[in-house]
């Protein structure tokens, strides 16, 4: 048990110099937090520039809320749980597999080091989205999981910063179902995972931004917002009452596995979720609200 303290402590000061890091020195190009500043800003202007809804505000309904929401989810959230608990569960992990005789290298079927950079890169983006296509799934169909998932989908109206408004057990589920299936590919290093960690968040942000795009035929391989707009549409028909559209950068699963949705223009839908009048609606409440429930 002192070995899991021990790392809980190394994480959280580990980490929180490493914010600082990336708060002082702006002279890298995968300084994830100037990174995701000049993300959101280019976004934000393609909004202003591009609106598809053209009678929506700059500042739109909530976008201080999910302009928190962003920041707290993508540093100070990591800061608080996710890198402590993600270091403590491999360490778990690795002690559990152990007992059988077996490590994560073991259990390691491909080292991304010996293919080309782009195929090592191309391989570990597409298992990756792979995995949270199906994590975001269970999201909606677990009901327990899917309490968590409602403050995402407690937006009403569509904008850049909508994209990181999430509960904060929303990537414990995530990265913890993504462990495995990248421990198996190995050889990973830091600024790979920049890299596809910088694209994915562009075509999310542009995803919930208010934008009337498609990408044209690009549409069948990348999400888009025309597309994702559906999947926060608040009345879908009954045998689609799951959800759809499930792929966070890639829309190709959704065609494959036959859960697209797009009937058609969805600019002006109504967003949300059956009873959404109820839900609350500062940062507190919606954290709290799972453990609120009544019903």
Known sequence: MEKYFE??????????????HELININ???N?????????LLVWA???LFPWRKNQKAFRKDFWLDTFYMFFNFFLLNLIVLIALSNTVAELFNDFIGLFGLSVGSLQLLDMNVLPKFWGLLLFFIVSDFVQWNTHRLLHRVPMLWDFHKVHHSVKEMGFAAHLRYHWMEPVVYKS????????????????VAIVHFFNI????????????????LKYIFNNPKMHIWHHAKKLPEHVRYGVNFGLTLSIW??????????ENGRDIELG???????????????????????
């Open 202 to 217: 562009t075509i999310g942000h542009l995803n919930h931004a208010n934008l009337g795009w498609d990408y044209g035929i």
């Open 7 to 20: 790392i809980l402590l190394k994480s959280y000061k580990g980490y929180w110099n490493y914010l600082k």
């Open 46 to 48: 393609l909004e202003l």
């Open 254 to 263: 959704d065609y494959l596995f036959k859960t697209s949705h797009v009937p």
């Open 32 to 40: 994830y937090f100037y990174g995701l500043i000049i993300i959101s």
């Open 177 to 192: 179902l993504l462990y495995i299936p990248i421990a198996v590919i190995g050889g990973f290093n830091a600024q790979d």
């Open 28 to 30: 890298h190009w995968d």
């Open 273 to 295: 979720f059956e009873g959404d009048e109820h839900f609350p609606q500062d940062f507190l409440g919606q954290e709290l609200y799972p453990l609120n429930r009544k019903d």
